[in-house]
């Protein structure tokens, strides 16, 4: 027995001095750790074996009403249903996405917060130069591709141009008169805009706002003039007839309408701008908690309902392994960031 304090042996010679004894210590505090490290991963292990025993957070980086919280509204319930246990929605609005994906990166590793968001605060934000707070690349495990969808150019519906042609002589007569908004600077809805302004040399002042919701109530009041909207929300919107949809930003037209022409075939040659979605969690999410989520996703991607929204709504599948899907993000990240050298895109 290693003896701490031989003075407490009241005059007794001790079997073993403390100076003597300074070598097992490192044994003892070696031994204490492997213990410690093997309680630990019997309670983690026996949690991932349990998960999920309560209720999931979705956390989507955006206000109701915007595509993001649309998709996610579809998936929530199938993926409860399939797990057994209640998917709550938690609207975190603000900063293009990027207070929601600051607060799953910095949540605990359980698999009971986890994030749906779009490229803008996941590749798009940091190709721009953006500085964020959390790393895309390190704090963020990805979970799941969702689906890809171009985006929608609608105007309010009293604008005076019926097609892209006519916008863009608008936009030339009346330099820096007209505003385009933006669920938020840095997203892919900003980017786009930007993407026309060079594209179409015009001057049109951004005006971003907390989502592509209010975005989209702005337009449809007329207090701004152009908006580049996921399909989702834009699509039914400009069927309606409260805005009108002049062009899709995908290279060919969309099979659910046709009859709206793309910007490439409207004298924008190569206009390709896409909005694509996945869910991601904290970092090290624990195999076992993330071979299940990715599993329930994937069931949920498959049923028969959902396939039939994202069809209507334009959303094509993405790469579904973990390795593909690391890989297109990473080319996104390289497009982007090489748009905004090759155009002058600031994020700011």
């Known amino acids: 027995m290693v003896q701490r304090a031989p003075w407490s042996l009241r005059g007794r010679k001790p079997l073993i001095r403390l100076a003597d004894a300074r070598h097992l210590l490192p044994t003892v505090a070696g031994r204490r750790k492997v213990l410690l490290g093997a309680a630990a991963t019997l309670i983690a292990g026996r949690a991932a074996a349990a998960y999920p025993d309560r209720a999931i957070k979705l956390v989507v980086g955006y206000p109701p009403g915007g595509p993001n919280d649309l998709l996610a509204r579809i998936l929530a319930p199938k993926l409860g249903e399939l797990l057994k246990q209640t998917v ?10 990027e207070i929601a994906a600051a607060m799953v990166a910095k949540s605990p590793a359980d698999g009971y917060t986890i994030l749906f968001s779009s490229n803008g605060p996941v590749t798009v934000a940091p190709a721009l130069g953006r500085k964020l707070p959390y790393d895309p690349a390190t704090e963020l495990s990805a979970i799941m591709p969702i689906g890809i969808s171009p985006m929608l150019l609608v105007v309010r519906p009293d604008l005076p141009a019926k097609d892209v042609k006519e916008l863009i002589a608008l936009a030339k007569a009346r330099p820096g008169k007209l505003n385009g908004g933006s669920a938020g600077t840095g997203g892919m809805t900003h980017l786009g805009l930007e993407l026309f302004k060079s594209a179409a ?58 009859e709206i022409p793309t910007l490439h075939e409207s004298g924008l040659a190569g206009f390709d701008a896409g909005i694509w979605y996945g869910v991601f969690g904290p970092p090290n999410l624990p195999a076992p908690i993330l071979s299940r989520l990715r599993a329930a996703f994937a069931t949920v991607m498959a049923d028969a309902e959902v396939k039939r929204y994202f069809l209507d709504n334009a959303v094509d599948s993405l790469p579904t392994t973990p390795q593909r899907f690391a890989r297109f993000a990473a080319e996104d990240f390289t497009k982007w960031q090489a748009l905004a050298k090759r155009a002058n895109i600031s994020a700011d």
Not at 88 to 97: A, L, Q, T
Not at 214 to 234: C, E, K, N, S, W
Request: zero cysteines.
């Open 201 to 258: 040399d015009v001057d049109i002042v951004h005006v971003p706002y907390k989502g592509g919701g209010p975005a989209m109530t702005d337009l449809m009041a007329g207090q701004i003039d152009i908006y580049f909207g996921g399909v989702p929300t834009a699509l039914p919107h400009a069927r309606s007839g409260k805005l009108r949809g002049l062009a899709v930003t995908s290279l060919a037209r969309l099979a659910g309408a046709a």
């Open 88 to 97: 709550v929605i938690d609207n975190r609005g603000g900063s293009n996405g």
